[in-house]
């Protein structure tokens, strides 16, 4: 059977934006299944379509979230007779911009990597939903090899004040609930590590902690907190700790739980009520903490990689185009 032909409407994100470049390669590991072209720039699908001499089976636009950060604004595609499909990462942005785009623009399929959410906010296209969960690069998300020298890691956005330096990182109190717990309980704690988010438009640099050196860091620590926010999302931190072999301590939802979290075989189900007596436990039994750890580090390899998950897209769009 020849391979797929699928032209991906995506902007070089993974460049303008380095933080993002881990879900940048998500989408680019369906090179390996699939003849892809890419175009990066605003234009007109028609002339885009002479331009690339290309003649797709698919045509994928990546999400259109934070206006157009992440892909270009093409113009025509409901005049297309091709099958189309979009990406849906945070579906609490604006759902009315989210509806406008799949229905002026005829959108086929609908692929999120969360799944309850993306129902419980646009039931009306449960139909042409495909869950597309967040996966892991295992160039990047690995075993680095290294000394695990943190007891206790948390990073990542929520509301907090940094005394020390004077500072107020804000976003939206009562987001985080579980990681807003955990940094007030841990913050003082001998062997507790807490790094910021650095900003979805940092500029890598030397002191700022992205995609090696968040993996670095992760393969560090012996136990990492987590959680999916009140959104209940399945994060992409939460496929991330285990694959850099470290045991993950999270508030649990319906998505990761039906992905093949389980409570602890490969991570430890906690919440604002009981994370530090299980995180003080782990710490201390040093066998049980590893062979789970090691566990959840096998089961993400197996099942998280973004060939697994390039492979499962591939599929979802053949098995469209058949029934068309």
Known sequence: MNKLKILI?????????PKHKLLFDMIASIEKFAEVKYWHKDGDINEILKNIKFSPDFIFSYDIEWKYAFTPIITGLEKVNIPKGTYVKDTYWIPRNRIKFIEDNKIDLIFSPTKESFLK?????????????????????????????IDFLLMG???????????????????????????????NKEGFVFIPHPGHDTKDGPEVIINEKYACKLNR??????????????????????????????????????????????????????????????????????????????????????????QQFIKYVEDFIKIQ
């Open 9 to 17: 409407l995506i902007k070089r994100f993974d460049i303008e934006r």
């Open 121 to 149: 906010i646009y039931p009306q296209y449960e139909s042409k939903f495909r869950w597309m969960p967040f996966s892991i690069n295992p160039n990047i998300i690995k075993d680095w090899g290294l000394k695990e020298d």
């Open 157 to 187: 956005l929520f509301y907090y004040i940094d005394n020390k330096n004077n500072k107020m990182f804000a976003f939206k109190k009562g987001k985080y609930p579980f990681r807003e717990a955990v940094y007030k309980k841990m913050k």
């Open 221 to 310: 620590s012996k136990i990492f907190f987590t959680c999916g926010s009140i959104w209940q999302y399945p994060v992409m931190k939460y496929t991330q700790a285990l694959g850099c072999r470290t045991l993950l301590l999270a508030k649990p939802n319906k998505d990761i739980l039906e992905l093949g979290f389980k409570d602890g075989v490969n991570f430890i189900a906690c919440d604002e009520k009981n994370f530090y007596e299980k995180a003080m436990y782990y710490l201390n039994n040093t066998k049980e903490r590893e062979c789970i750890t090691n566990n959840g580090y096998n089961f993400v390899h197996t099942y998280h990689t973004n060939s697994v998950r390039a």
